[in-house]
C-alpha cells in the first residue's frame, strides 16, 4: 500500500518526472476559485459589489470591528491592496474607520447599515451561486472538503 501512496505522490509532486496536472490539487483549487470569482463578479456587479468588497462584509459581519490588518489576513489579501478596497467601501458608505483605541497606528473597519444592506442583498446572490455549487454533494462531502481546506491552509500557514 505504502508504494501506490508513493506513486501518488509522485504524480502531485511538480518536481517529479511523474507529475500529473490533472492530479494536482491545486491546479483543481485555482480553477475552482477563479470560476466562483467569475461567477460571483458576475451576480454581484449588479448591486456595486464585488467579491473583495463581498469578503470584507462578510469578515466585518463575523467580527463586528476588525483592523485593516485583521481583515487582510483573514482574506489573504496583501495589506496595501485591502487598504486601498476598505478605502473605497468608505467612501461608498459600506464601512467606517477609526483609529483603534488600543493602537493608534491600527485602523478599525465597522460595518455600516448601508453596507449591512449590500450585504444581504450579495448574501441572496451568493445563495444562489453557492446552491448550484453544491447540487448533488452531500453534507459529508462538503464538510470533508471544509476539513480538508482547513488542514492545507494550516499547512501553509507561517
Known amino acids: 500500500m505504502a508504494d501506490r501512496s508513493e506513486d501518488f505522490r509522485h504524480k502531485i509532486d511538480p518536481a517529479h518526472d511523474d507529475y500529473e496536472i490533472e492530479e494536482w490539487p491545486f491546479y483543481h483549487m ?22 473583495p468588497r463581498w469578503r470584507v462584509l ?11 490588518t485583521e481583515i487582510a489576513g483573514e482574506a489573504v489579501i ?33 460595518l455600516t447599515g448601508e453596507g449591512r444592506k449590500k450585504l444581504d442583498l450579495a448574501k441572496v446572490k451568493a445563495g444562489v451561486i453557492g446552491r448550484q455549487a453544491f447540487l448533488e454533494i452531500d453534507d459529508e462531502d462538503v464538510k470533508s472538503l471544509n476539513d480538508v481546506s482547513r488542514r492545507i491552509y494550516g499547512n501553509l500557514s507561517p
Not at 476559485?33 to 463578479?41: F, P, Q, R, T
Not at 462578510?58 to 485593516?68: G, P, Q, S
Open 58 to 68: 462578510n469578515i466585518l459581519a463575523k467580527n463586528e470591528v476588525a483592523t485593516i
Open 78 to 110: 496583501r495589506m496595501p491592496t485591502m487598504a486601498k478596497i476598505i478605502q473605497r467601501m468608505t467612501s461608498e458608505g459600506l464601512v467606517t474607520t477609526r483609529t483603534a483605541a488600543s493602537d493608534g497606528r491600527s485602523t478599525e473597519v465597522l
Open 30 to 51: 485555482a480553477r475552482l476559485v477563479s470560476l466562483y470569482h467569475l461567477k460571483m463578479d458576475n451576480a454581484l456587479k449588479p448591486i456595486g459589489m464585488d467579491v
